[in-house]
């Protein structure tokens, strides 16, 4: 790519690091970094380690979720310039619920390259051992940290066939998996992956509260960062009066002995209808 003045312009690396195993950086990632002119990075002390660790010593400059858009022109100036620049975050592929789309989406705008570099992704990593089903999946990263931004994005995901892949911390791992069985019911099936490729990496799976109760009983249960995957909603035809049949009949048969907030509960975890749908319609059908 040739830039004003006849002058090559470099091209821009995204560059996947590790999540937690650092032999899990590609040899190709390896060689790219030691041969970039510049390298981004989310966290320039964090990321030091990385290529302290590699024998590397380069140009770093600090690009995050609060510099980026101010910061992105300077690394475009190195581009221009023709310095190779790459990208990297923390850990795993860069823009996913990373820093970088301000960055790359200009980059591309401008017309330089910008060349993947794959590796480590921690939901693409969780998914493959999780054996839930990946033929359809909705990655949504963070869910909001406030209960009720968290429960409303929820509710709104309730029918969504496709398997839920989330990102979550682990000062909020115990709310968000108690907002799911609220939400969800408790029998919606649910794998979390937790310090992956770590020396503690460890699997939870089972249905929604099974899953909770084992999370909060484990000393080690909020500790670590979580890959959170749900198993979507059993597929629904809206105008099939059978399915409509039966959904009245799970209502009915469990009206006469909960209460209306438990039956909407328990019919949205089999089903996989919306919590709030499933009340009003258990309204309707209670006997007076």
Do not use: W
């Amino acid at each position: 790519m040739v830039g004003a003045g006849g002058r090559a312009r470099g091209t821009l690396y995204i560059v996947a690091t590790p999540i937690g195993n650092l032999d899990d950086l590609s040899l190709r990632a390896s060689r790219v970094l030691a041969r970039a002119d510049v390298i981004a990075a989310e966290d320039t002390r964090h990321s030091g380690r990385l290529l302290q660790h590699l024998g590397i010593q380069k140009k770093m400059i600090a690009l995050h979720d609060h510099n980026e858009r101010a910061r992105a022109g300077s690394v475009l100036d190195e581009l221009d310039a023709g310095r190779n620049v790459a990208l990297i975050s923390d850990a795993g592929t860069p823009l996913i619920s990373d820093p970088g789309y301000v960055l790359v989406r200009e980059a591309r705008r401008r017309g330089l390259t910008v060349s993947p570099i794959p590796g480590a992704c921690a939901f693409v990593s969780a998914l493959s051992a999780a054996g839930l089903p990946t033929d359809r999946l909705l990655f949504v990263g963070f869910l909001p940290a406030k209960r009720s931004g968290r429960r409303s994005a929820l509710e709104a995901l309730c029918a969504e066939t496709a398997t839920l892949v989330f990102y979550e911390s682990p000062h909020r791992i115990v709310d968000t998996i108690e907002d799911l069985v609220e939400v969800f019911g408790d029998r919606r099936e649910l794998v979390l992956g937790r310090e992956l490729t770590k020396t503690f990496e460890t699997f939870y799976s089972g249905t929604a509260q099974e899953v909770l109760e084992t999370l909060v009983s484990d000393p080690n249960g909020s500790r670590g960062e979580f890959v959170v995957m749900v198993h979507g909603a059993a597929p629904e035809d809206d105008e099939s009066e059978d399915g409509l049949i039966e959904v009245d009949r799970l209502i009915s048969a469990l009206i006469e002995e909960l209460p209306v907030k438990k039956v909407a509960k328990i019919v949205a975890g089999l089903t996989g209808k919306p919590k709030n749908e499933l009340y009003q319609r258990a309204l309707e059908l209670k006997p007076d």
